[in-house]
T-cell receptor, first 111, second 114 residues
């Protein structure tokens, strides 16, 4: 049973470009979460999705950020018009019940 | 809103010895879960141990155990017989029983000396 798969592992974008981060949850998991980790900090919740539905997006910036978890395919976190402050590690987690299992994260660098 | 505080930015332990990492949290809820995650340099978040708030017995996983003090809102992690592979960032996390998202502390870097 493969774990949570995130790609790419590293992503470099110029200011103003779009970043797309992908997450495939563990088999059988229907809950997906996105977290952001800034350097030297803990993970901060961004958004919680179930298939085709956003359940809680209270941690997501109102502008430029969006997330989806379509019926088929991976969950996507999209950041439009990236700025330097978006540079961080973005983690996806999936769960079935209590425990959340994390992917290895995508490190986004905005230059 | 719930908060999680890890007051030790960095800790060191000699190989084979025991170390305790501190965590306190703030919540008005009575039913919740607490977790310790390990993040090695690979960046992978690895679940170390989990505690249900309704359980009085402290959770144990091999060399890892917790001291859960519900009234004091304290949840410390004890690592016995420390190994070089234990060196990592450790995060304490809270999850409401009725919720889904995790609230993390800022982390404690654990260094293991040989």
């Amino acid at each position: 049973n493969a774990g949570v798969m995130q790609n790419p592992r590293h992503l470099v974008r110029r200011r103003g470009q779009e970043a797309r981060l992908r997450c495939s949850p563990m088999k059988g998991h229907s809950h997906v979460y996105w977290y952001r980790q800034l350097p030297e900090e803990g993970l901060k919740f961004m958004v919680y999705l179930q298939k085709e539905n956003i359940i809680d997006e209270s941690g997501m910036p109102k502008e430029r950020f969006s997330a989806e978890f379509p019926k088929e395919g991976p969950s996507i976190l999209r950041i439009q018009q990236v700025v330097r402050g978006d540079s961080a590690a973005y983690f996806c987690a999936s769960s079935y019940r209590i425990e959340a299992f994390f992917g290895q994260g995508t490190r986004l660098t905005v230059v | 809103a719930q908060t999680v505080t890890q007051s030790q930015p960095e800790m060191s332990v000699q190989e084979a010895e025991t170390v305790t990492l501190s965590c306190t949290y703030d919540t008005s809820e009575s039913d919740y879960y607490l977790f310790w995650y390990k993040q090695p340099p690979s960046r992978q978040m690895i679940l170390v141990i989990r505690q249900e708030a309704y359980k009085q017995q402290n959770a144990t996983e091999n060399r890892f155990s917790v001291n859960f003090q519900k009234a004091a809102k304290s949840f410390s992690l004890k690592i016995s017989d420390s190994q070089l592979g234990d060196a990592a960032m450790y995060f304490c996390a809270y999850r409401s029983a009725g919720g889904n998202k995790l609230v993390f502390g800022a982390g404690t870097i654990l260094r293991v000396k040989s």
